[in-house]
């Protein structure tokens, strides 16, 4: 699990998005599309999962792409090439469903546009038409864009401040595409507001609307009950029954609620850590 190569592919205002390639034997025979990995960057450091972008099984390697935001990605985002993780556990997770839906929109919002590539990319090799909408905040954190644009029949760019792309969101692309259009499929991965707004648009159009979920996680074996999510009514739990579900089953208010419980904690630690 040593560190092959590290490159930083966005740095915005103090913002860091940040691609690990790992040598994984092992995971990169088995991983697809969807499924993802538990890291620990130091022994005394939490367990976070994070989605695996590729996997390359003749490099014998896989490559993660995160953002740092909290004490743990910072940690793993000060590790260099040679480096080794403490711990990897993977491929975890239900792969995604790849067949011939026909015409498919994959909306990836922040660092959510690098879980999408995978699912792109399969989705693409299974002969769907594939649209995409990239959303990120400005121009300096857009991710993936050439590499999604060689894969994409149509692509669509939306940032908050208009400074690349359409100003605006993602969902506002993707409503106005299915007034005009019949697709499929619509896949969803970005923050929960996103994702759940995406939902919303969906819903009067009765389309299948699949998200790939980031909820809080600890033990992913589906013990701890941390990242239980309610789908339908009935109590799921992120790390073992998905990370995807379709979207209008998912009590999107109970999800937000239990993502943020521990944001001022993790504020703190990193203070505490940075000596502020």
């Known amino acids: 699990m040593k560190i092959i190569s590290k490159e930083i ?6 913002i860091r ?23 620990m960057a130091s022994e005394e450091g939490e367990r976070i999962p994070l989605t695996i972008v590729e996997a ?49 929109i994959l909306v990836g919002g922040g660092v959510g546009i690098a ?16 649209t995409l909408i990239l959303g990120a905040k400005t121009k300096g954190l857009l991710i993936l864009e050439k590499e ?14 208009g400074s690349v792309g359409q100003k605006g969101f993602t969902t506002d692309i993707l409503a106005e595409l299915l007034k005009e259009n019949k697709y499929d499929l619509v896949y969803a991965v970005g923050p929960v507001p996103m ?37 339908a009514g009935k109590v799921k739990f992120s790390c073992v029954d998905g990370p995807e579900f379709e979207a209008k089953d998912i009590d999107w208010v109970e999800l937000q609620t239990r993502n943020s419980m521990y944001l001022d904690r993790e504020k703190h630690i990193c203070k505490l850590k940075n000596g502020s």
């Open 17 to 39: 998005i940040i691609k690990l390639t790992l040598g994984s034997p092992a995971i990169s025979q088995k991983a697809k599309a969807g499924q993802f990995v538990v890291v």
């Open 115 to 130: 879980e999408i590539y995978p699912v792109a990319k399969s989705l693409k090799a299974a002969s769907n038409n594939i």
């Open 9 to 14: 592919i966005a740095d915005y205002s103090g």
């Open 195 to 231: 994702m759940k707004k995406v939902s919303f648009v969906c819903a009067p159009v009765n389309i299948k609307t699949i998200v790939s979920l980031n909820a809080l996680m600890v033990d992913a074996t589906g013990m701890c009950g941390c990242c239980r999510v309610t789908v």
């Open 56 to 104: 390359d099984s003749k490099a014998q390697s896989i490559t993660l792409i995160f953002q740092e935001v909290g004490l743990t990605t910072k940690a793993l985002g000060a590790l260099n090439v040679g480096d080794a993780l403490y711990a990897l556990v993977g491929p975890l997770g239900h792969p995604t469903e790849i067949k011939n839906w026909g015409k498919v």
């Open 148 to 161: 999604l644009s060689d894969i994409a029949d149509k692509i669509y760019v939306v940032t908050d401040d």
